[in-house]
């Protein structure tokens, strides 16, 4: 019998920019239906928790250079990392999102 396979995690490099250059995410792109959901629900911190719990590598760092730890939930998403990153981590991720769901036009 064949060793258990753990299933594969693909993801998308958000790579910061600006006052944040430097900075990146690893953000899964295959969830499971249950992420799908909370992205769906309208509730802030649903959503925020699920999508802490997307990023599956990042090199951020608290105010002092202290690498944050991951998983992450909404909790700590909202009193370590400021606004303006998680803006650009949603908007970077979403638009990767589209981007690979484009089909070329024939």
Do not use: H
Not at 60 to 83: H, M, N, Q, S
């Amino acid at each position: 019998m064949a060793a258990n396979k753990p299933m594969p995690v693909r993801s998308v490099r958000v790579d910061l920019k600006d006052a944040y250059e430097g900075f990146w995410a690893d953000i899964q792109t295959n969830c499971p239906y249950a992420i799908k959901e909370d992205f769906q629900s309208g509730d802030l911190v649903r959503i925020w928790d699920a999508f802490g719990g997307l990023i599956v590598d990042w090199n951020l760092t608290d105010k002092i250079g202290v690498p944050l730890a991951l998983p992450i939930d909404w909790a700590r998403l909202r009193v370590e990392v400021p606004d303006e990153v998680l803006g650009e981590l949603w908007r970077g991720y979403n638009a990767k999102i589209v981007e690979a769901a484009e089909l070329p036009l024939a």
